[in-house]
C-alpha cells in the first residue's frame, strides 16, 4: 500500500511542475509572438460576380430569372415583367448562404 501511496504523490508532484512549467512557457511564448505579429488588415468585399447568357426562365411572382440552369433572385417587389425568355442577359450577383442575389441585369442588345 505505501508503495502505491508513494507513487501517486511522486506522479502527482511530477504532473503539477511539468504542467506549471508548460503554463509558463504557453504564457512566455505566446507573449513573445504576439508582439510580432502584425497588425490585422481590413477584410476586402468579394468582387461581384458576372454571368452572361440566355434567360431561360422567367417568374415574376417568385422574382427570379433563369439562366441554362442557375436561378438568379431579385428583392421582393421586382419589376422583371420586361424581360423574355430567350433574351441574352449580363447578371451581376452577389451570393449570400446559397442564393444568388441580382445586383444588376444588362438586357444585350440585338
Known amino acids: 500500500m505505501r508503495k502505491l501511496a508513494l507513487a501517486l504523490v511522486v506522479l502527482a508532484a511530477f504532473g503539477a511542475t511539468s504542467n506549471a512549467a508548460f503554463a509558463a512557457a504557453t504564457t ?24 452572361t447568357g440566355k434567360i431561360t426562365a422567367v417568374d ?16 421582393a417587389k421586382c419589376k422583371i415583367g420586361s424581360l ?22 444588362v438586357v444585350a442588345k440585338a
Open 60 to 75: 415574376a411572382k417568385a422574382c427570379t430569372v433563369t439562366l441554362d440552369k442557375a436561378v438568379y433572385h431579385f428583392g
Open 28 to 51: 512566455t511564448s505566446s507573449s513573445s509572438s504576439s508582439s510580432m505579429m502584425a497588425p490585422a488588415k481590413p477584410v476586402a468585399k468579394p468582387a461581384p460576380l458576372t454571368v
Open 84 to 105: 423574355k425568355v430567350g433574351e441574352s442577359v449580363t447578371i451581376t450577383y452577389k451570393v449570400s448562404g446559397k442564393t444568388d442575389w441580382v445586383t444588376k441585369i
